[in-house]
């Protein structure tokens, strides 16, 4: 999934081949037009038929902080179209602070468990779908 705006492009794309479950892995890394030292990236692992795992990674500090929440939305949109459109925000609101605890949750969302976590330099969000 590429998701394009004025503010990001993508620097590349790698997709590796379905392995024996047809599970395939792509990797997307972005940098912010404004500022070409700031990068995001986002990793999904998906099915024939579904999105098993989708993450992003983002840094703390710098950027174009509007890059990542329209990737952000967008996927929620895409994995999780039950969370109203003027609920997104908060969502990802949410998950940025549950990225601040010392055990982030696993936070239930349609067919998908969303969790988030930072590290001194990035922020990372993610979700799976449930089994």
């Known amino acids: 999934m590429i998701i394009y705006d004025a503010r990001a492009a993508p620097i590349g794309e790698h997709c590796d081949a379905q392995n024996k479950t047809g599970i395939k892995r792509c990797e997307h890394t972005f940098y912010s037009k404004g500022d070409p030292a700031t990068k995001w990236q986002t990793v999904t692992y998906s099915s024939r038929k579904d999105i098993i795992d ?3 990674n983002f840094p703390r500090k710098g950027g174009d902080a509007t890059a990542v929440f329209l990737l952000t939305g967008a996927t929620i949109m895409i994995l999780s179209p039950e969370l109203p459109r003027d609920k997104r925000l908060d ?3 949410l998950l940025l602070a549950n990225a601040a605890e010392t055990n982030p949750q696993f936070i239930p969302l349609g067919h998908y468990d969303w969790t988030s976590s930072r590290t001194d330099t990035e922020f990372m969000i993610r979700a ?3 089994k």
């Open 54 to 56: 989708w993450q992003i």
């Open 91 to 93: 969502f990802i609101k």
């Open 128 to 130: 799976s779908r449930k």
